[in-house]
């Protein structure tokens, strides 16, 4: 009898030794809620102004290129709802004597027929940069953005000598960059 009351307890305590070092499996996946920020007030862009000398028709010009955020423009909203405030981008072409050549002020819309309708609702007219002066013709390269990211629609303004401005959608690789990086 005590050798069966011997083996009770010792199989009780294998028993137990055992369950204790298996590790329990559990299916239960545990991560962080992720929560929504609320979206704040609307976000602007800060103003931008470039000024550059440039040489052009055997005279020198100045291009003036000023950035600001307007209100008053419609308002676009990311995929959280956050409100950005889109731009207005002034350009004005100045002789060397100081007369104005050429005076405008874009928008989005006047870009409107060269973007899709995402970007048409989702973005910004993000910038406008004098790019080089070529024949008769001044060329800017412009953007229309998604807010805060570095998705965007290239488009190129070329300036001629009338004063005509002439839109379209930048499709030249910008290899002078990947150039330089082979060098």
Not at 116 to 140: K, Q
Not at 151 to 156: A, G, H, S
Request: charge should be negative; charged fraction near 30%; hydrophobic fraction near 35%.
């Amino acid at each position: 009898m005590k050798t069966i009351s011997t083996f009770l307890i010792i199989l009780t305590a294998a028993c137990i030794i055992s369950s204790c070092s298996g590790k329990k499996t559990d299916d239960n996946i545990i991560t962080k809620r992720i929560e929504k920020k609320a979206p704040s007030a609307p976000i602007k862009m800060q103003e931008y102004e470039q000024t550059k000398e440039v040489d052009w028709l055997n005279n020198t010009y100045i291009c003036k290129i000023e950035r600001t955020p307007d209100d008053s423009l419609e308002m676009v909203k990311d995929e959280n709802g956050q409100l950005f405030v889109d731009n207005r981008i002034s350009l004005a072409v100045k002789r060397n004597d100081g007369s104005v050549f050429f005076k405008r002020t874009f928008t989005k819309k006047d870009f409107s027929s060269y973007l899709d309708d995402d970007y048409r609702n989702t973005g910004i007219l993000e910038g406008l940069v004098f790019d080089r002066a070529e024949g008769s013709d001044l060329y800017f390269a412009a953007s229309v953005s998604h807010p805060q990211t570095d998705e965007y629609i290239p488009l190129v303004v070329r300036l001629n000598r009338m004063g005509n401005v002439e839109i379209s959608r930048d499709t030249q690789l910008d290899i002078s960059a990947i150039e330089e990086e082979d060098i």
